[in-house]
């Protein structure tokens, strides 16, 4: 082994930390980025004077890119 691997090896938990914590930030990015879609879109439907621009930003936030084709498809 490594010499570098020592060290965390000799942690409790040290390689599973490492691997929860990659999950967490995948997770976590996702998560944010999936917001940012959403608050995008209702950005975007505010802009063009749309009625129902909330509407638009939970729809594309509960259905994700579903709802992100749906409102591309049918925005004025």
């Known amino acids: 082994m490594s010499e570098l691997a020592l060290p965390l090896l000799q942690v409790p938990g040290g390689p599973e930390l490492i691997i929860i914590g990659i999950i967490l930030l995948i997770a976590v990015g996702?998560?944010?980025?999936?917001?940012?879609?959403?608050?995008?879109?209702?950005?975007?439907a505010t802009r063009r004077?749309?009625?129902?621009?909330?509407l638009?930003?939970?729809?594309?936030?509960?259905?994700?890119?579903i709802g992100?084709?749906?409102?591309?498809?049918?925005?004025e």
């Open 49 to 54: 004077n749309m009625d129902n621009a909330l």
């Open 56 to 65: 638009w930003g939970v729809v594309t936030f509960v259905l994700g890119l």
């Open 30 to 44: 996702g998560f944010l980025l999936w917001l940012g879609l959403a608050y995008w879109v209702y950005r975007d």
């Open 68 to 75: 992100l084709v749906i409102y591309l498809i049918v925005r």
